[in-house]
DNA sequence: GAATGTGAAGGTTTTCACAGCA
DNA sequence: TGCTGTGAAAACCTTCACATTC
């Protein structure tokens, strides 16, 4: 068996998934409103896409449209969910209930999507053991420890970017493989983690660009 | 004076934005350690880019390094916050003082970079009148008035995704040429309006992708 | 007739590789 | 020698256009 032979994994962009999460809410929203099935014309107008972008990506990952008819809007969304692997719900800590960590606690999004906040740590002694939603704030120090005990699948890092990469290097150290990130700062983590960097500050940056050089994007996302 | 012989003004791209605000954020890092000049190779190790990468963004705003020695690090930190227009303050409004919005006003990174955010709004008649970090919450009756009267240039938006639209049509009837907006819904704005979104549940749906399909991106960005 | 699915074409972005300069 | 700046090549992503199917 020549490994060289192997079915290549398929690649899939970035960009891609990203409209695919658009996707999702957009049939989520036409499911609401009662239609049982959308054209690629249809979905591309509601998140400013063309049709051919929504048939591409579709593409993919299977044949799920009806010529002549368009896509069953809860089949698709279905489908998609399967794709995104939201079709079940994860458990997710948060680490850092300043600022952003409390709001994130409350975020409905998350819940919405089967983003299951059920662990919340700090350094702050204060923090330590008050309730935040029905959640007890727990020590920093057992995070680690605490992260494998409870199966926690995803970490959120809401902390300062000072102590970003230590708390990282704990989280890692738990085995977890999916963080995200809210500190302005690059943390470095091994190449079997999935990070990703949520950077609020970077569109006001680009609304403060596209005003000073009344920018026309070279191409429309 | 034929039009199509004009200089055309030149188109960049999203990503090359995006990745100057790295490199400013790197470049304020390396003035604080003290460092004099950085290097492409440097700067990209930083940011997990490639030196060729940096070089070509910064090449699309002109020449700044010196050749055999590298960039100088506040020059060059200076001259981008020059390209990106944070090299001044922006006075911004919030409107939606729930969740995310009251985080955001004491979010430290957008004040650092310039975003002061000097007024608030909602609809809530308990909210309304009371004081966020010295800022007084007005009613968001008055929001298309009070915006103009305060000469307000952003305005970030963290209402429901029920109302937003709503919200986004008086924020365009003042004038406002850029918003941020962080409900879950495609808005829409004249062309002449920059809108950028800020959509937390899509990084976390990356993440889930990722770990249900092991997913290595096409391009590492 | 209407709309999908998809190779191929067309653009855009990234990377390469090297001339040129300190 | 070290590192920038940049055309050219390569990789990637989007759009086109049409055969195919309902």
């Known amino acids: 068996m020549a490994s060289d032979s192997l079915p290549?994994?398929?690649r899939i962009s970035?960009?891609?998934i990203h409209r695919l999460s658009l996707y999702y809410r957009a049939l989520s929203?036409?499911?609401k409103e009662g239609f049982e099935t959308v054209s690629s014309k249809g979905l591309a107008k509601r998140e400013k896409l063309t049709p051919a972008q929504v048939r591409k990506d579709l593409s993919f990952f299977g044949s799920f449209g009806t010529r002549g008819l368009g896509y069953p809007v809860v089949e698709l969304r279905e489908?998609?969910?399967q794709i995104l692997g939201i079709d079940r719900s994860w458990r997710v800590a948060l680490v850092g209930v300043g600022n952003i960590g409390s709001a994130l606690v409350s975020y409905k999004e998350f819940q919405k999507q089967g983003f299951k906040i059920v662990k919340l740590f700090d350094n702050d002694q204060r923090k330590i053991g008050s309730n935040h939603k029905g959640i007890?704030?727990?020590d920093i120090k057992n995070l680690a420890n605490e992260l494998e005990l409870d199966n926690i699948e995803m970490v959120v890092v809401a902390v300062p970017a000072t102590v970003a990469q230590y708390v990282v290097d704990d989280i890692v150290k738990a085995g977890i493989?999916?963080?995200l990130n809210f500190a302005p700062v690059n943390l470095k983590v091994p190449d079997d983690v999935f990070l990703r960097n949520e950077n609020m500050s970077m569109e006001l940056e680009y609304l403060s660009?596209?005003?000073v050089n009344d920018h026309i994007p070279k191409r429309v996302r």
């Open 177 to 179: 493989k999916a963080i």
């Open 14 to 16: 970035e960009s891609t």
């Open 209 to 211: 660009f596209a005003l």
């Open 8 to 10: 290549e994994k398929k």
């Open 79 to 81: 489908k998609i969910s």
């Open 29 to 31: 929203v036409l499911e």
């Open 136 to 138: 007890v704030v727990s």
